[in-house]
T-cell receptor, first 112, second 112 residues
Framework: DTAVSQTPKYLVTQMGNDKSIKCEQN?????MYWYKQDSKKFLKIMFS???????INETVPNRFSPKSPDKAHLNLHINSLELGDSAVYFC???????????FGPGTRLTVL | AQSVTQLDSHVSVSEGTPVLLRCNYS??????LFWYVQHPNKGLQLLLK??????LVKGINGFEAEFKKSETSFHLTKPSAHMSDAAEYFC??????????FGSGTRLLVRP
């Protein structure tokens, strides 16, 4: 079974819409992340949650709002989508204090 | 601040020949270093990690990397390339808050 799963795998939408990406991990990790990979393959952290508390927010626009209902889930909601939001979004998880991070398969978001 | 520099954006080798993907890091303390691989339209898979134990680290699929503090390098090698090794490779350093900082990636092409 997939350790870190994301839905949907592909998301195509119009500018101005609001969309959500869901993430779940079954590894028992206490820390979850969202990373963004742009069209040049560059990966950068967006958010990190530890035990449902936000611990890292990398100056992401407030149109992006992560929500962690429990330790196993970290969802990403995006309001008023813009063309520049088109990217692949990766969810990831880890045990706090350990640097080994496990990534989900990614969600390719295309904003038209 | 921590950072990584991947010295080659593309590396092309013939099948059966050695692979060398170069990475230099910058860190104010003893870092944790990783190599991740991303196959086309796939997620990120951990190849290997260095966390201040043995300086020569063996990973999956025959890859290994050597941590050289004097050269601030963590180059990835494999004795004999296989067609299935064609992918994007990321050198990654972890900072003190366990945030992963990615290099810009090296695309490995394997010629038959």
């Amino acid at each position: 079974d997939t350790a870190v799963s994301q839905t949907p795998k592909y998301l195509v939408t119009q500018m101005g819409n609001d969309k959500s990406i869901k993430c779940e991990q079954n590894l028992g990790h206490d820390t979850m992340y969202w990373y963004k990979q742009d069209s040049k393959k560059f990966l950068k952290i967006m958010f990190s949650y530890n035990n449902k508390e936000l611990i890292i927010n990398e100056t992401v626009p407030n149109r992006f709002s992560p929500k962690s209902p429990d330790k196993a889930h970290l969802n990403l909601h995006i309001n008023s989508l813009e063309l520049g939001d088109s990217a692949v979004y990766f969810c990831a998880s880890a045990f706090s204090g350990l640097a080994e991070v496990f990534f989900g398969p990614g969600t390719r978001l295309t904003v038209l | 601040a921590q950072s990584v520099t991947q010295l080659d954006s593309h590396v092309s080798v013939s099948e059966g020949t050695p692979v060398l993907l170069r990475c230099n890091y910058s860190s104010s303390y003893s870092p944790s270093l990783f190599w991740y691989v991303q196959h086309p339209n796939k997620g990120l898979q951990l190849l290997l990690k260095y966390t201040s134990a043995a300086t020569l680290v063996k990973g999956i699929n025959g890859f290994e990397a050597e941590f050289k503090k004097s050269e601030t390098s963590f180059h990835l090698t494999k004795p004999s390339a296989h067609m299935s090794d064609a992918a994007e490779y990321f050198c990654v350093v972890s900072d003190s808050s366990y945030k992963l900082i990615f290099g810009s990636g090296t695309r490995l092409l394997v010629r038959p």
